[in-house]
């Protein structure tokens, strides 16, 4: 559907006629790639101006105001309803209603679905382009081969797909929603993934709220660390509150600026705001998918007996200090690849008294409920330091896969045999970020990785595991060099 913009200078009356206050601050055109920006007036302090911005709690939208809508708003009641769980979450919830909104703001739509709120004006106050991957051309997407974007991106758009398909069939036969369906202009997967991005790049954890979109205050941009100046919250009176940080002055024209999550790593923060942060060094994590070997006898049965994500989770050691970073690991699912029915992991069918079935797991004859209880069984078997090796061998492979997928892309597209790029530059530049900065924690992952297998080969249950021939061989570490991004 056509969608409709209204300049910035049309805020204030909207403002007032929606009772949201603002206090020494003004809602203005930020940096180049910024959008919209708050910034302050005049000089202040948080003892002078506590409260920068107020929003009266029945213009945020939450899972539960949305709920609160639905009971004078018959057509949004029954939109929610046909979607069954989709429609109970906050985010389901929340792109429904802007769906509606959607709707009436389009100067292509003439019959309309539910009923307009202040949000038809607001949202037309919000960028009509959305600089997500989800957005993406085809050849920008081949610029993401080899980063942690990639698997993420390919999922996400298979789950939007899903839902909007869901949607679809869940409300095609309700007489409410014919203009979405029917009409001359009707409702597209393009739009549903608008008001999808929408949601995912301004979605704020509000307290005493939970998830939710809060106008005004969702124009804030984001900064790191000390820089942050202002943070969001819930008043008494459950409205929506921007308030300065203690101890901040912003002077005049300086920037309100709020953390969209300092523990973001560059590839969330890309996936879901469109940028990355400019102070990052590294990547800060990244999730590495690793699956069992098709030949393992137990390969169905692990997946289906134990409920972990399939791959492994690399981060900066929290401690790291200023002359180390140290890089740690974090996933239970690796040790299904390590461990069999020889090393004291059986699998069983069990009947249960009502008739169902259910697998069972034991390690060494004991039963281990789920893979934490797996995780520490094995933390305190003899056999340790084997698994672990074994582990680390397993990860260091997949680590050298991804470093060699990153320098094929490169080769690609910034090599100095670099072939045509056809997309924009914008992208390019922000996605060869990612690049260097997975880049450059995979190295080091793998260089410390080595380390550790080349010491667990030196321990004295790997060497008498290995000298008592019940392993043929293992797998020396592997180091490849990668260029910068």
Sequence with gaps: MQRSSLPLGA??????????????????SAAEGKGSGIFATGDTSAEDTPTLIAVPRDLVLSLSTIWEHAK?????????RATGDYGKTAKGAIVIFLLIQLTHASPSTTAKTGNATPWTTYIQFLPSTIPLPTFYTPGETALIAGTTLSAALTHKLSKTHEEYAHLRASTLSLPCCAPWWSSPSPLTLTDYMHADALYRSRAMDLPSTGLALVPVIDMANHASGAATNAHYD????????LILWGGKSPKDGEEIVITYGDDKGACEMLFSYGFIDPNLSDAR????????????????????????????????????????TKVAWYGPFVWLQCINEEDG???????????????KKFWK?????????????????????????????SMNARINAQIKMLEET??????????????????????????????RLLRLAAEQFDGMI??????RVVRKYLDDGIADEVIAPVRDESPEW
Excluded: C
């Excluded at 004078?72 to 939109?79: C, E, I």
């Excluded at 530059?425 to 690049?435: F, N, Q, Y």
């Excluded at 080349?454 to 321990?459: A, K, P, Q, V």
């Design 365 to 393: 004859g004991r039963e281990v409920k789920d893979i934490m209880a797996l995780e520490r069984a094995l933390a305190a078997d003899k056999m340790l330091d084997v698994f672990r090796l074994r582990a680390y061998v």
């Design 11 to 28: 805020l204030p009356a909207w403002l007032a006629l929606n009772n949201v206050s603002m206090n020494g601050i003004a809602i203005s």
């Design 345 to 359: 992991l059986t699998i069983k069918l069990a009947q249960l008294r009502n008739g169902d079935t259910e697998l």
């Design 234 to 241: 819930t008043d008494s009176n459950g409205n929506a509150v």
């Design 72 to 80: 004078s708003d018959h057509d949004l009641d029954q939109v929610l």
């Design 410 to 439: 490169y080769n690609r597209f910034w090599g100095g045999d670099a072939g045509g790029f056809e997309g924009r530059s914008e992208v390019k530049g922000v996605v060869g970020r990612l690049g260097d900065l997975e880049g």
């Design 454 to 459: 080349n010491h667990l080969i030196g321990t």
């Design 285 to 324: 994590t990244m999730f590495l998918d690793i699956g069992i070997p098709p030949d393992d006898p137990l390969a169905a049965a692990k997946t289906a007996a134990f409920d972990a994500p399939p791959g492994f989770r690399l981060f900066i050691d929290p401690a790291s200090s200023a002359w180390e």
